[in-house]
Nanobody
Framework: QVQLVESGGGLVQPGGSLRLSCAAS????????MGWYRQAPGKERELVAV???????NYADSVKGRFTISRDNAKNTVYLQMNSLKPEDTAVYYC???????????WGQGTQVTVSS
């Protein structure tokens, strides 16, 4: 089993920054992809950014150039640095771990990010 503990969400003004962290514990396999998804009010959950165990990344077009995903494999932790935040970034952000070999997905409880003046 895998447990994901998220932190770093909160309220920030437009143009501000936040850094989300997600620490994974439990049965973590080395071949995996970690990342962040978000769900805004009235919208479907969408990919924000993901990063594989070898550092390959994928970003949503809407966050390219503003968000940076990174990970610390030794700590099984993934980060999302969010800069130049916009009101459209307001959502619940969910950490995700995908065990690529087994096709297993694990989700965090979600952390609220609110961008508002």
């Amino acid at each position: 089993q895998v447990q994901l503990v998220e932190s770093g969400g909160g309220l920030v003004q437009p143009g501000g920054s936040l850094r989300l962290s997600c620490a994974a514990s439990g049965r973590i396999f080395s071949i995996n992809r970690m990342g962040w998804y978000r769900q805004a009010p009235g919208k479907e959950r969408e990919l924000v950014a993901v990063i594989s165990n070898v550092g390959r990344t994928n970003y949503a077009d809407s966050v390219k150039g503003r968000f940076t995903i990174s990970r610390d494999n030794a700590k099984n932790t993934v980060y999302l640095q969010m800069n130049s935040l916009k009101p459209e970034d307001t959502a619940v952000y969910y950490c995700n771990v995908n065990h690529l070999v087994r096709g297993e997905n694990y989700w965090g409880q979600g952390t609220q990010v609110t961008v508002s003046s």
